[in-house]
């Protein structure tokens, strides 16, 4: 392999029959992939339509296709090799989650393959996309709850079941279905527990807590506590439809940044809101780490146990607000073409 190919960097992970080979955990191929726990998935690019495009990232596009094989709708995720080793390190991350995640509140994982300088993976298609696109159209507390109740447990799930911290909760990386069902996505930077701490300082700066910017979490790292504070950050951009620190009043990153790191944490609005919920968000956003509750015991908090008894259709909400989310779309259009 030539040292100016664009592959030379990745020359101990692609084998000689063209396989990307992630030693002692995957093998992928242009027909699938294989784990070393024992599970294959068959899945190529032959057996794809592309339909559209969902969305653009920093490492590739996301794609809506249909598998001819099944007849299911997919999202076809692609991640570009030639970038950097982050990269691959991210691929084998989410894989590894994906495939080992079997839970009503994650996503999906149908399977993956390797073409030339890319890997595919197909994930569950989720009809109406992240949950930044629809909070415009409003959070009523009851459908706050209840994403809130299925996020937590997405959450617990990762840290019971996989010893995973998810370390990029947002927003964005929440995803709806026609169904009004809510689950977590994007687990590329995602890391195993040591102890219930992490190592290594990745995802959103703008979502981190403060122990994680200033890096006083801890000399191992930081632990689960600093996904509950960016859920709490979380849980107030769905219910206000804005960043809780956006460039309102904020001179710039910096700024913002100060503010996490010194000022007052953000609150939930007590006029629009009841005082269970205001109550468990401020306990998110406690800025002492220490303090702030395990999943187990936010899912104990009564606004979390009246969201589990709570007859709320979620289907009906996500409908509205995706119908909302395609209105103001076509309007942005129509502005954009006069």
């Known amino acids: 392999m030539s040292s100016h190919s664009p592959f030379a960097a990745f020359a101990d992970y692609v084998d000689p029959t063209g396989n990307l080979n992630f030693e002692g955990k995957a093998v992928i191929g242009a027909t699938g992939v294989n784990f070393t726990g024992g599970k294959s998935y068959a899945v190529s690019m032959a057996d794809m339509n592309v339909l559209d495009v969902l969305g653009r990232g920093q490492y590739g ?3 809506r296709v249909f598998h001819t094989k099944t007849n299911v709708v997919m999202a076809l995720k692609e991640i570009r090799l030639e970038l950097n080793q982050r990269a691959l390190r991210q691929i084998i991350m989410e894989l590894e989650v994906l495939h080992k995640a079997r839970s009503s509140y994650i996503v999906d994982f ?9 890997v595919y993976y197909c994930m569950e298609y989720m009809d109406y996309g ?12 009851g459908v706050l709850a209840n994403i809130t109740l299925s996020v937590v447990k997405g959450l617990r799930f990762l840290k019971d079941q996989l010893n995973i911290i998810h370390r990029d909760v947002k927003p964005t990386n929440i995803l709806v279905n026609k169904k009004g069902e809510v689950k977590l996505c994007d687990f590329g930077v995602s890391g195993e527990l040591n102890q219930s701490l992490a190592r290594t300082h990745v995802g959103c700066q703008s979502y981190m807590a403060p122990e994680r ?24 951009e769905t219910a206000t439809g804005g960043y809780p620190y956006g460039t309102n009043g904020f001179d710039g990153v910096f700024a913002q940044i100060s503010a996490i790191v010194h000022g007052d944490p953000p609150v939930l609005p007590s006029d629009r809101y009841s005082a269970n919920a205001c109550d468990f968000v401020a306990r998110c956003l406690v800025k002492k780490q ?33 119908q909302l989310a395609l209105r103001r779309k076509e309007s942005a259009a129509a502005q954009l073409a006069e």
Request: hydrophobic share 40%; no cysteine; aromatic share 12%.
């Open 61 to 63: 596009v996301v794609h």
């Open 110 to 118: 149908y399977g993956a393959f390797f073409i030339e300088s890319s």
């Open 130 to 141: 992240s949950l930044d696109r629809l909070y415009p159209a409003g959070a009523p507390e």
């Open 213 to 236: 910017i200033t890096g006083t979490g801890g000399p191992d790292g930081y632990t689960i506590q600093s996904d509950v504070w960016s859920l709490g950050l979380t849980i107030i």
């Open 290 to 322: 220490d303090a702030r509750p395990t999943y187990h015991e936010l899912l104990q908090h009564p606004w979390m146990i009246e969201a589990e008894s709570a007859n709320v259709d979620m289907e009906d909400w996500a409908l509205r607000a995706h």
